[in-house]
């Protein structure tokens, strides 16, 4: 080693005597540091968790390999110079670059249900989650009778993971117009071992579903309005556009879903959508439908449900 690289080492080590790298040992130091990084920084809890306690904890236990359900067995807990430098390099992509935590690790949950996720998919949330827990309760009277249903824009594929778990004897399509949402939502598929009860499809709403029909369509589609669409927070354009943003009144998809849903619905069947906060757009768009607002642990008045028969075309 020549002199010049013992200098340069030295001065390597030197950097990491200091800083958080040195002075961090435990996971309470950890959970502490990353805390303050995210109050400083600002940066907003959208995806699945409510403030940056919750936030620092997912992204601890998540990058350790730990138990998400407990960290106070852990707390006092040294972390390895090794894992440090992870850590520090994930609590900065997190406060800096505003990445969502589901993507700096790699996966994202819905209840008891992991998801793998990146880049090319949103972040899994929606009340749907809920809602299929007990199999759409007073819009589906027995689920184990449910033979067909259509997760309509899957995404990741969550929601036809748990449809495929709500409705037993159910064959599930996921359909979805981003090939790159359909890869993911294989993967997840795949990791369920639900390749046999699971269909992808790359379909423009509809288009490619020829004549199919079901018994229950679920769709969690893009519904962000243009004029919030500027003003969402950084966490957010980390995500594809075309899963959020649809047209200026953030109706696009939807009113496709509501104009031709009749047509792939069995005769007694059930179209279900979420659309977020837009139920008074939703309401003023279609002033003669009878829509059904669904109230959930998350929030209220966010999916409306309708039956066949009130569906325009029926």
Same mark, same amino acid.
């Given at each position: ?5 013992e ?10 005597e ?9 996971v ?8 303050t ?76 249900f ?8 949103i ?15 007073g ?12 997760d ?10 748990l ?18 949402a ?15 009860r699971?269909s ?55 009113r /496709?879903? %509501?104009? *031709?849903? #009749?047509?792939?619905?069995? @005769?007694?069947?059930? !179209?279900?959508?979420?659309? $977020?906060?837009? /139920?008074? %757009?939703? *309401?003023? #768009?279609?002033?003669?439908? @009878?829509?059904?607002? !669904?109230?959930?642990?998350? $929030? ?15």
């Amino acid at each position: 080693m020549s002199l010049q690289d013992e200098h340069d080492q030295h001065d390597g080590d030197h950097e990491h005597e200091h800083g958080p790298l040195a002075e961090l040992v435990t996971v309470r130091d950890w959970l502490r540091y990353a805390v303050t990084r995210f109050n400083r920084a600002g940066i907003f809890c959208g995806h699945g968790v409510n403030d940056t306690f919750d936030e620092a904890a997912w992204l601890l236990l998540g990058s350790l390999a730990l138990p998400l359900d407990r960290i106070e067995p852990f707390l006092d807990a040294c972390i390895p110079g090794e894992e440090r430098v992870a850590l520090l390099e994930a609590i900065e992509r997190r406060a800096d670059d505003r990445v969502p935590t589901a993507y700096i690790l790699g996966e994202a949950w819905l209840g008891d249900f992991r998801f793998a996720v990146d880049e090319r998919v949103i972040v899994p949330r929606s009340f749907f989650a809920e809602l299929l827990e007990d199999g759409m309760a007073g819009w589906i009277e027995n689920p184990d009778e449910v033979t067909n249903v259509l997760d309509m824009c899957t995404g990741s594929g969550c929601l036809a993971v748990l449809m495929a778990h709500a409705f037993p004897n159910a064959d599930v399509t996921a359909a979805d117009l981003s090939e790159d949402a359909l890869d993911v939502a294989l993967q997840n598929v795949t990791d369920y071992g639900l390749e046999d009860r699971i269909s992808l499809v790359r379909t423009d709403v509809f288009d490619a579903l020829d004549d199919r029909k079901y018994d229950f369509i679920l769709s969690n589609p893009p519904y962000v309005t243009a004029e919030a669409m500027d003003a969402l927070p950084p966490e957010y354009l980390h995500e594809p556009r075309m899963a959020l943003a649809s047209g200026e009144d953030g109706l696009d998809l939807v009113r /496709r879903l %509501i104009a *031709e849903g #009749a047509a792939h619905l069995n @005769p007694n069947g059930v !179209l279900a959508v979420e659309v $977020g906060h837009n /139920r008074d %757009i939703v *309401e003023a #768009a279609f002033p003669d439908l @009878p829509f059904n607002w !669904l109230s959930t642990r998350g $929030g209220d008045d966010m999916v409306f449900v309708l039956r066949r028969k009130d569906l325009p075309g029926a």
